[in-house]
């Protein structure tokens, strides 16, 4: 298995612009998490999905920030104009179950290092 | 309520030593409590987890204490080798919800 995909790993931008990012889960993985990880803030749940639907955005920052999961194989997390703050890693990962069992280890993807000028 | 505490923030222990790293959480209903461990450049992979029907779990040199009355847990690691060198985080769960604590960089001299 491929494990958790993400793309760009990279990706910079200049304020105002849309960034996308994307992500392909472990097939067969009902559970997909966005994360945003900073020195200052560490690791934070954006929102989550589980079988496509989001159940949890709670997390998201702005109105600016969107995600979406048109299918069980590929998410995306769209921020609407950018702003330098927004500069961070962002993580997607995976996951069977959310907790309470043994399959509910959550695998991360490696990440897209995200930078608005 | 839904804080994880993590410390120390960053970790010098020289090889050989052991490296420990502790967590308070706050609500009582977590009931699943992972450690990740992250390389630079990669995403945090599962390290260990333990539930809070036992008060240890020991996976070889990685420890993982908890106790519930003092709403405490922490990862030992020993032996500590520079390949260990990583930043770690704790996290509590339950049902829809995962708190990550901030992590801890820990650092093994050679």
């Known amino acids: 298995d491929a494990g958790v995909i993400q793309s760009p790993r990279h990706e910079v931008t200049e304020m105002g612009q849309e960034v996308t990012l994307r992500c392909k889960p472990i097939?067969?993985?009902?559970?997909l998490f966005w994360y945003r990880q900073t020195m200052m803030r560490g690791l934070e749940l954006l929102i989550y999905f589980n079988n496509n639907v989001p159940i949890d955005d709670s997390g998201m920052p702005e109105d600016r920030f969107s995600a979406k999961m048109p299918n069980a194989s590929f998410s995306t997390l769209k921020i609407q104009p950018s702003e330098p703050r927004d500069s961070a890693v962002y993580f997607c990962a995976s996951s069977l179950e959310i907790s309470g069992g043994a399959s509910d280890t959550q695998y991360f993807g490696p990440g897209t290092r995200l930078t608005v000028l | 309520q839904q804080q994880v505490k993590q410390s120390p923030q960053s970790l010098i222990v020289q090889k050989g030593g052991i490296s420990i790293i502790n967590c308070a959480y706050e609500n009582t209903a977590f009931d699943y409590f992972p450690w990740y461990q992250q390389f630079p450049g990669k995403g945090p992979a599962l390290l260990i987890a333990i539930r809070p029907d036992v008060s240890e779990k020991k996976e070889g040199r990685f420890t993982i204490s908890f106790n519930k009355s003092a709403k405490q847990f922490s990862l030992h690691i020993m032996d500590s080798q520079p390949g260990d060198s990583a930043t770690y985080f704790c996290?509590?769960?339950?049902?829809?919800?995962?708190?990550f604590g901030k992590g801890t960089r820990l650092h093994i001299l050679p």
């Open positions: 097939s067969g993985h009902d559970y």
């Open positions: 996290a509590a769960s339950r049902d829809d919800k995962i708190i």
